[in-house]
């Protein structure tokens, strides 16, 4: 299947099964906002409570926190988000499209780029087991002169950035002739920087309000907490602190599901070391980050490093782990050594010392922080794009002759079992709501009892649930149920008082938690 076809799929399941609706969808929807439905809930709260419990349960130094979306103004000052976290924006005035001009330039030398690669590839077919590319691309005047068109661009465009000079991006993008891709016309806008925070104002009434931003990051929430964490939790440095909760950018390209939102939700923790050993502990942090992906059991070849060439200004180094969305790598999470950058900026705007006094070697400093970032929406997407499968069934000319599963983890699985009565009569239902009634405790339960068996099968398969039982005549003579394994299909008699434990055993997030300990 096409990976674009495959991505209009997900999509579509999500609304059809219950897991993503657009935001205030009866009035058509808002730009880049869900919400998540009844099944999707549960999906995302499963994924919060493995991240959680992997941070604060399987590390002893390592507590919660849950700080307010709204801050002091003063802290997006402290933390340079007011005066640099912003996108270079530019208009089409045909087209009335809005691009940012950084993705432009991008994609313009993406487009040369590519008309290197073709030649190279001529000349490979051209001369076969002769071809020295390395020569090939050092004399070939075509590629010289798109390389040489490739390094100016780059020269141009990083000069017209470290200089905040707005006019030189848009002369490049004249020069360079870019055109807007839906009208192909040049006629463009100037370039303006266009913050991403999103602003309210505290106070009823307009003046003397002030004006407060909805939080991009949940770390700094963290950080301006730290002093308070540590005091109260008598916390000794390596110490961290984790956070779930809201952020919001008002991203301009805002056009890939869940992968670009304007109100998102982040799983962020922030690990205070001693300084001098944060390369170690980066490297703890990006090995615990990528065992964390890789005990979901998807493929791992999907999943990849990218390190950061350009580091933002607080961090000293950074890496990416991406994974391969439908729509290509991309990154799902950040880890981030950030220095004392945070902390400092804190300690210089709010005139409070954010030290730590270190007993064993006898002084004070500020702390250096890891920070690891993951975005939980992305997180879900990455779920549902491993997860979903088409398959042919092939042993039915009808309609149950193909199915759509969701492959997801058991223990994340919104619904771990589906209790379902062969019959609506005989006395199966009420065997069936007995069993449920006891199972309800243990795990998340669904009883069902309209369409046929097999509907009711693929309806379960459809929203990942791992294990469906059916009472039928038997169990009224000999207690026992068929067991069904989503994955296999296989189907297993069982003794009604077995099933607590075997299920349990496998739905439990502790599958998945003792993994990481490995
Ligand atoms: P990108 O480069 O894709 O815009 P970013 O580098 O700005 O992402 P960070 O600031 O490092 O992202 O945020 C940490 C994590 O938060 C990201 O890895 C991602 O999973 C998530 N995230 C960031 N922006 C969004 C968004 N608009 N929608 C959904 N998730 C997001």
Redesign the pocket.
């Known amino acids: 299947m096409a990976k674009e076809d495959r991505f209009k799929k997900i999509i579509a399941h999500c609304k059809e099964y219950g897991f993503v609706f657009p935001s205030s969808d009866i009035y058509d929807g808002l730009g880049?906002v869900y919400d998540y439905g009844q099944n999707g809930v549960e999906l995302k709260n499963n994924i919060k409570e493995y991240w959680w419990k992997s941070m604060v349960l399987l590390h002893e130094n390592i507590v919660g926190l849950d700080s307010a979306i709204f801050m002091h103004p003063t802290v997006w000052k402290a933390s340079g988000h007011v005066d640099a976290f912003s996108d270079p924006l530019i208009d089409n005035k045909d087209s009335k499209k809005r691009y940012r001009a950084d993705v432009l330039i991008e994609e313009h030398r993406e487009k040369i780029l590519g008309k290197i690669n073709k030649e190279v590839a001529k000349a490979a077919k051209r001369f076969g087991d002769d071809f020295n590319k390395a020569e090939f691309v050092s004399t070939n005047g075509r590629v010289l002169k798109y390389q040489g068109q490739i390094d100016e661009i780059t020269r141009r465009f990083v000069e017209a950035l470290e200089n905040g000079d707005l006019e030189a991006v848009r002369q490049l993008i004249v020069d360079e002739k870019i055109a807007c891709p839906v009208s192909g016309s040049r006629n463009w806008t100037e370039v303006r920087q266009f913050n991403l925070m999103f602003d309210t104002k505290l106070g009823s009434v307009a003046e003397g309000a002030h004006t407060i931003y909805l939080r991009p990051?949940t770390a700094q929430g963290i950080f301006v907490n730290y002093l308070n964490v540590q005091k109260t939790g008598r916390m000794k440095i390596p110490f961290g602190i984790a956070q779930i909760g809201k952020?919001f950018?008002n991203?301009i390209v805002?056009r890939q599901f869940?992968?670009?939102?304007?109100e998102?939700e982040?799983m962020?923790m922030q690990f205070f070391v001693r300084p001098g050993e944060d390369a170690k502990w980066f490297d703890y942090w990006k090995k615990m980050r990528i065992n964390w992906h890789n005990a979901l059991g998807f493929n791992q070849d999907d999943y990849r490093f990218h390190e950061h060439e350009k580091l933002a200004h607080y961090a000293n180094a950074a890496v990416?782990i991406e994974y391969n969305f439908p729509i290509g790598f991309?990154?799902?999470?950040?880890i981030?050594s950030r220095t004392d950058f945070d902390l400092k900026k804190h300690q210089e705007f709010s005139g409070k010392k954010l030290q730590f006094f270190d007993n064993e070697m006898n002084e004070s400093y500020t702390p250096y922080v890891i920070e690891t970032?993951?975005?939980l929406?992305?997180?879900f997407l990455l779920l549902l794009s491993a997860a979903y499968c088409e398959e042919d069934l092939g042993n039915d000319k009808g309609k149950n002759d193909k199915r759509i599963v969701l492959r997801i983890p058991a223990p994340l699985a919104p619904v771990k079992l589906a209790i379902l009565p062969l019959l609506k009569k005989d006395g199966l239902p009420e065997i069936a709501k007995e069993i449920m009634s006891e199972l309800r405790f243990e795990f998340n339960c669904q009883y069902e009892e309209k369409d046929t068996i097999g509907r009711r099968y693929r309806r379960q398969d459809a929203i990942g649930t791992p294990y469906c039982i059916t009472i039928d005549h038997q169990t009224r003579e000999d207690n026992t149920v068929t067991l069904r394994h989503r994955d296999t299909m296989e189907q297993e008699r069982i003794s009604i008082d077995k099933l607590k434990t075997i299920i349990s055993e496998k739905v439990n997030i502790s599958n998945l938690l003792k993994k990481l300990t490995q």
Request: aromatic share 8%.
């Open positions: 880049a990051e952020a950018r991203e805002a869940l992968f670009r939102m304007r998102f982040q962020e990416d991309k990154e799902v999470e950040g981030h970032s993951i975005g929406d992305r997180t």
